[in-house]
């Protein structure tokens, strides 16, 4: 979870294109991944990570290069705003997440009461995140942090990570066989990074261990606490959908907080046209610019951003958070005429694709990889569409057709 120095929590950090350099080209100048590995037992030692935790984790460790082309295909800075959150805030979220929602109330609860964040943030991050614990990630924490520790771009970052991820094992609190994640070292129900790991993680089941893979209330509690570091205010929301008066061109950004009568003084009002109200120091987020839906947004809006630092992200959260508290959905439309597809969409598109004879390993699962948009870019070819590989509706409309 929440980075060090900028670097975002969960699976998408924002790497330099150095990264792309690959790990042949750092091997050689430290000579290979064996020597760089040896060359880390004296400064993990240093950090707290004992002799004999380094010696078992990293003999017969291998690199994994595929790690780098991960890092070059992060979400919330390649996809537009409006296919990501078709993805991520739809229909079958918000109704999985209100069945966690009751089904762990009790833990959420208890993590609202101690840490003061509510409870359909917490769950919106977990459903974010891990889809309520279906996708973990499945790439051992350790080799991903030490390829990332001897190879790219930001190796000082990674290094720290992958000495916390070993004192997480020293300290008992995950089974390693079991520490698994994402390609940047995230694990668990709501994707903390190691390092964030050691320093937020709570006992949220009162068992006396931290464990964020077996254990939702740790999970949830751990989410709570971390919110609450980043500068959570409690009863405060996150933000609200607003209308833009004609032709607007004032201020925007969430980092230029203004008091409501300021903006309202410029002509905004809220989505359904009534008066703003009053609230905290807003800044006006403008995803898609002003001729998109537009939110005027809280420092909680930040606490959240600060958990992987990207406002389609952030967004993401809030809007899915504001849906499992029965709220409806967005008003304002995306400037656009070919819109995301939710997942469900997306698993029908890729059966579809199936059925003209395109392999997709047999899979309608709803992830648009490699192969998928290869098939739909063939398609589109076909079908006189513009062959960008898109899952789009007017994809799924042609294939429908």
Not at 164 to 175: S, T
Not at 332 to 341: E, F, I, M, Y
């Amino acid at each position: 979870m929440k980075r060090a120095a900028a670097m975002p929590i969960g699976a998408r950090l924002t790497l330099c294109a150095a990264l792309s350099g690959m790990l042949a080209v750092s091997a050689a100048r430290a000579g290979s991944f064996e020597e760089c590995i040896a060359g880390l037992r004296g400064p993990a030692l240093a950090s707290g990570v004992d002799g004999a935790t380094f010696d078992k984790m990293t003999r017969g460790l291998t690199p994994n290069p595929d790690i780098f082309e991960f890092a070059k295909a992060q979400p919330e800075f390649k996809t537009p705003i409006w296919d990501y959150l078709a993805g991520l805030v739809d229909e079958e979220r918000v109704a999985d997440g209100r069945a966690m929602m009751n089904r762990y109330g009790q833990a959420l609860a208890s993590a609202q009461s101690r840490f003061g964040v509510d409870q359909a943030t917490i769950a919106a991050v977990w459903g974010v995140e891990s889809d309520f614990g279906r996708s973990f990630g499945n790439r051992p924490i350790v080799q991903s942090l030490a390829t990332l520790s001897c190879g790219g771009s930001r190796q000082a970052y990674f290094r720290t990570e992958f000495f916390a991820a070993l004192k997480i094992i020293q300290h008992g609190d995950i089974d390693p066989n079991q520490f698994v994640g994402s390609w940047a070292g995230a694990f668990g129900h709501t994707q903390f990074m190691p390092s964030t790991f050691l320093r937020t993680a709570v006992d949220g089941d009162g068992d006396g261990r931290k464990d964020l893979v077996n254990s939702v209330p740790d999970a949830l509690a751990s989410t709570a606490n971390y919110l609450r570091k980043a500068g959570w205010v409690t009863g405060v929301e996150w933000g609200f959908e607003v209308r833009l008066p004609g032709n607007y061109s004032g201020p925007s950004g969430r980092g230029r907080k203004e008091p409501m009568s300021a903006w309202a003084a410029r002509g905004l009002t809220r989505v359904d046209g009534s008066p703003l109200g009053g609230g905290p120091n807003s800044g006006l987020l403008l995803p898609a610019g002003p001729s998109g839906p537009a939110f005027l947004v809280s420092r909680n809006f930040d606490a959240i951003y600060s958990y992987n630092a990207a406002e389609s992200y952030a967004l993401a959260i809030a809007l899915l958070s504001d849906r499992l508290r029965g709220r409806h959905g967005l008003v304002g439309a995306w400037p656009t005429n070919d819109l995301g597809l939710s997942r469900a969409e997306r698993r029908e598109l890729q059966t579809l694709l199936m059925r003209k004879g395109y392999d997709l390993d047999g899979k309608a699962d709803g992830v648009i990889g490699t192969k998928t948009k290869q098939a739909i870019s063939d398609f589109q070819a076909r079908a006189g569409l513009t062959p960008n590989g898109r899952a789009s509706t007017s994809v799924l409309s042609a294939l429908r057709r």
